[in-house]
């Protein structure tokens, strides 16, 4: 049997998943005993991810300086955490619950569709909201979803507001400084899956 290995799927995560991500990692690794001496300090890890994280803040106002040192912080933490990565894999030796340990991801888990991580951000313009989700496996389309206000009192009154072969969606037209919830499923060639959890947002 294939042993698992650690994957690099972090790589094509979008920068909010990807800095969560390495946050992750980071939490895991560190006073872990299976992982005394990585090949790449957690110190340095844990300076590159706040460069991240202060580089998509910086990159919100859309400017093409601040959005070209954003994805100059990407690559540099992307290199860093595929170090990680790599060492990971040389001590797990194909074990999946020490490559968890790590906060890594292996290549035989299972992807729970219905716990998907969705961020909701400010859009390209005011009164629009930039919808951000994980990639399904096997997901061919993502239902989009929105309410205005507070939560549902019933599943059936949520609001379809896109279907998208993208793992992203943004939203126009909205109301300002007004509360929206939004959730997403994956539909794969099984049917749709579960929605995630809800995430409020206040549109900008």
């Known amino acids: ?42 110190i340095d890890a844990q300076k ?15 400017s093409h300086l601040a959005i070209s040192a954003m994805n100059d912080a990407i690559a540099t933490a ?3 955490f595929r170090i990680l990565a790599a060492y990971v894999e040389r001590i797990a030796l194909g074990d999946e619950t020490t490559i968890l340990s790590s906060g890594f991801h292996f290549s ?14 400010d859009g ?7 919808l951000d989700t994980i990639r399904v496996d096997r997901g061919v389309t993502y239902v989009w979803q929105m309410y205005k206000g507070k939560l549902p009192d019933n599943d059936s009154d949520w609001v379809q507001i896109g279907i998208t072969t993208q793992t992203s969606f943004e939203i126009s037209n909205l ?5 929206y919830y939004f959730r997403v499923a994956a539909v794969t060639p099984d049917g749709i899956q579960d929605f995630c959890a809800p995430v409020m947002k206040v549109v900008q």
């Open 1 to 42: 049997m294939r042993k698992p290995k650690v994957t690099v799927d972090f790589i094509k995560f979008s920068p909010v998943n990807k800095a969560s991500h390495y946050h992750t990692v980071i939490d895991h690794m560190t006073n872990n005993p299976l992982y005394p001496t990585p090949d790449a300090t957690l």
């Open 48 to 62: 590159v991810v706040d460069a991240l994280d202060k580089a998509i803040l910086a990159a919100a106002d859309g």
């Open 78 to 80: 992307d290199a860093v």
């Open 108 to 121: 035989k888990q299972p992807v729970f569709a219905n716990k998907e991580t969705l961020v909701a951000k």
């Open 124 to 130: 390209s313009h005011s009164g629009s909201v930039l």
């Open 175 to 179: 109301e300002i400084a007004t509360k």
